[in-house]
């Protein structure tokens, strides 16, 4: 920004102003930008979202679909269904996963509420069944390691 005249400083600040006020950011959504970096692991490898099946099937018309999120990386591929279904007056969202490179591990989902964490079975198997909509990433640690090996990407669900 040290290119730009004052002039158009001031505008800029002017137009950051006018969204803060209008239309700010949700509480919910900075935390969970600033949980990034506290929930990185320098060891850990991060599994890119490789595959999403809402990007692919947008001419599906067919209502509460699971949506298939496929993240990879070279220690293991995570798969992940989410299913929404009714729950009291609203729309909850359920995880089922696996791990190919089937393992046990210790699964941590981290969304705005917090983080819910599954043990994963032999299989590679798990199940979380509240997680609320927004932003999530899910860390996996293999072979009761303290610190994740694997650290997926964040997707908003």
Do not use: K
């Amino acid at each position: 920004m040290s290119d730009f005249d004052p002039a158009d400083r001031e505008l800029l600040a002017q137009v950051r102003e006018m969204f803060d006020e209008a239309d700010p950011v949700p509480e919910f959504l900075l935390d969970a930008a600033r949980a990034t970096f506290s929930w990185r692991a320098i060891d850990a490898e991060l599994a890119e979202l490789t595959n999403d099946s809402l990007l692919e099937g947008a001419a599906v018309r067919a209502a509460r679909v699971p949506r298939l999120l496929t993240f990879t990386a070279d220690v293991a591929t995570l798969v992940v269904e989410v299913a929404e279904h009714v729950r009291g007056a609203g729309i909850g969202r359920r995880l089922l996963g696996q791990i190919l490179s089937p393992r046990p591990a210790e699964v941590d989902v981290r969304h705005a509420a917090g983080t819910s964490s599954v043990t994963a079975d032999e299989f590679g198997r798990f199940r979380v069944e509240e997680v609320p909509p927004g932003p999530i990433s899910l860390a996996c640690r293999f072979g009761g390691a303290t610190q994740p090996q694997l650290v997926t990407s964040w997707v908003t669900i």
